[in-house]
């Protein structure tokens, strides 16, 4: 009998996403009946608008969008890119330098895939969103973690990421808005931390996809705007998912010098080939339109931030710093590891979670997914009434914990 590993070393050490796997048990158990309340998916609660529906009912119905596409985007999708991007955060960027890709996701791993050699070090601001280690370790690449907590809100110093750099370091993932704690970072924070990267001569992979969805006075700032003496080193992240409630529609994107845009091009050309058109032309209604949908949807998403901070600030053990963006509140919960709670002594925030779910039937994402134990991520992109229900459940458990 044959001893090779029936699956290779590199693919079995991924880890299943922590936020899908919460998420997938909790629809389960609504599906065999109990009434959980999930927490988990990072995912908006509404319906795509309608007229970007409309608008990939007609590419459906278009010949031309039955056949392949060019593998790096439709050239129509990647001008209007461009253009979207100079409208929201300044940046100019030819066409020629968007990679249109299946997913946020996609946009994450080629981006280290393309920019990583074998023990290229990345500098990773934890807590961070659970694919960028995987897709970091895919690419050969070896994660640093900076490491912050709820008494900065989430935000790193340029004292923190100098004391993590060694000659090894070549990029720094710069996270702003931040899934998963909604830390975003002051345009003088983005500025320090910018031109300390390139004084450094780092790379700079910027995930904007929260750009959208900041709350309470402050802004986004993207980086590559704000310190032009990246050039073209800065890489920016981006997709239709969270501002236009499109998670399932697939469609993100990446920018970059044209070096790396035409090598992580000749990837995906291997990889998947062309994002799906009827998608793309989806995005490109997106894109293409205003922004009036995402301004209510930020209106609901504030409302339901408020609310959740201050519940879950009333429950004795835990803190919870106010988001600033995103739609993830990230409530340190030390003081209740180790405690009795129905007759057990959960010893992390993991076990701490298991027994939520099984006790109040409430879903959410131990720290543990994040890099940081101890903590939990709550998701508020549901309904005010789902919120309120889960977030009381939440509190009559934890309120027994002794």
Known sequence: MSTRRRVSTRISAISESATLAVDAKAKAMKAAGRPVIGFGAGEPDFPTPDYIVEA??????EPRFHKYTPAGGLPELKQAIAAKTRRDSGYEADASRV??????????????ATLLDPGDEVLVVAPYWTTYPEAIKLAGGVQVDVVTDETTGYLASVEQLEAARTDRTKVLLFVSP???????????????IGRWAAEHGLWVVTDEIYEHLTYGGAEFTSIATAVPELGDQVVILNGVAKTYAMTGWRVGWLIGPSDVVKAATNLQSHATS??????????????SGDLSAVARMREAF????????RMLNEIPGVLCPEP???????????ELIGKELRGRRPGSSAELAELILEEAEVAVVPG???????????????????????VSRLAKLLTEAH
């Open 99 to 112: 990679l249109v890709t299946n997913g946020g996701k996609q946009a994450v791993y080629e981006a280290f």
């Open 324 to 334: 600033k963006g995103a739609f993830y509140a990230y409530p340190a919960v030390k």
């Open 56 to 61: 990939a009912v007609a590419a459906a119905r």
């Open 302 to 309: 504030d409302r339901r931030r408020q609310t959740m901070v």
């Open 274 to 287: 062309n994002v799906s058109n009827v998608s793309q032309m989806a995005a490109l209604a997106a894109v």
């Open 368 to 390: 543990e997914a994040f890099g940081t134990p101890g903590y939990f991520r709550l998701s508020y992109a549901l309904g005010d009434d789902d919120l309120v229900e889960g």
């Open 178 to 192: 931040s899934n998963p704690t909604g830390a975003v970072y002051s345009r003088e924070q983005t500025v320090e």
